[in-house]
């Protein structure tokens, strides 16, 4: 038994009277069934894709604004040191639209966890004071997100 499956094959063997006619006529292609199979496949792998990768642009793009509203905070706490008596309430906003505000005030030490300790300073002569720097920078207008710094630092009394 001779089952060709190209035409030219067949053509040629029929020329020679050899031809037999196969049971299962030979087929080209894949079925209709098979074809959605494969693009249901295809579809749940592309969504799967499209997910990890949007998820990781989300990522991307928190991690830089932590980064960036970091730097606000970072020089507005710098700028605060900086001054002489820094003792107040300052607030504003950045070129960028990170809302910041900083809070400077003497520090008390709380008796149950002190980050302080009024014994291990000696000053005889008040000179040296603490003071209770805090920085809150917000941003982001669907879903506000929020960043702050806190540091006590010794400063010169007036």
Request: proline letters at 4%; one cysteine or more; aromatic letters at 10%.
């Amino acid at each position: 038994m001779i089952f060709s499956n190209t035409t030219a094959e067949r053509v040629r063997l029929r020329q020679k009277g050899r031809v037999r006619v196969s049971p299962v006529p030979a087929t080209g292609g894949f079925s209709l069934l098979e074809v959605i199979v494969a693009l249901s496949i295809l579809t749940i792998c592309v969504s799967v894709l499209m997910r990890i990768f949007s998820g990781s642009v989300v990522a991307t793009r928190t991690s830089t604004g932590y980064y960036a509203a970091l730097e606000v905070a970072e020089s507005r706490l710098a700028a605060a040191t900086a001054e002489r008596n820094p003792v107040g309430l300052d607030s504003g906003e950045s070129d960028e639209g990170y809302r910041w505000r900083t809070t400077v005030r003497e520090y008390v030490p709380d008796n149950e966890n002190p980050l302080f300790v009024q014994d291990a300073f000696v000053d005889t002569e008040r000179r040296f004071i603490p003071y209770h720097y805090h920085v809150e920078v917000e941003w982001g207008e669907p879903r506000s997100y929020h960043l702050e710094l806190s540091t006590v630092r010794i400063g010169l009394k007036e």
